[in-house]
Nanobody, 118 residues
Framework: QVQLVESGGGLVQAGGSLTLSCAAS????????MGWYRQAPGSERELVAT???????NYQDSVKGRFTISRDNAKNTVYLQMNGLKPEDTAVYYC????????????WGQGTQVTVSS
């Protein structure tokens, strides 16, 4: 059973920084992709950033230059460093891990709240 545990959310003023962590129960090498998604009230869940097993990275345009995704394979952990936070970044942030064997299987963490005050 795959478990993803997020931490690091909280309340921060605009312009501030937070670092989210996602610890996986097993080796993250078993996942093709890992990433962060977010969902604001009344909105659909959207991709924030992803990183592949080989280290290829993708960001949503609105966070490019402000957010950095990284992974520590030894700790089975993926991070999201968020700088220059804006009120529109307020959302519940979810860690995602995907395995692609015959089809894609997605695993999700429980979510961590990020609130940015203006």
């Amino acid at each position: 059973q795959v478990q993803l545990v997020e931490s690091g959310g909280g309340l921060v003023q605009a312009g501030g920084s937070l670092t989210l962590s996602c610890a996986a129960s097993g080796s993250i090498f078993s996942f093709n992709d890992m990433g962060w998604y977010r969902q604001a009230p009344g909105s659909e869940r959207e991709l924030v950033a992803t990183i592949t097993r080989s280290g290829r990275i993708n960001y949503q345009d609105s966070v490019k230059g402000r957010f950095t995704i990284s992974r520590d394979n030894a700790k089975n952990t993926v991070y999201l460093q968020m700088n220059g936070l804006k009120p529109e970044d307020t959302a519940v942030y979810y860690c995602n891990a995907a395995q692609v064997i015959y089809s894609r299987i997605d695993y999700w963490g429980q979510g961590t709240q990020v609130t940015v005050s203006s």
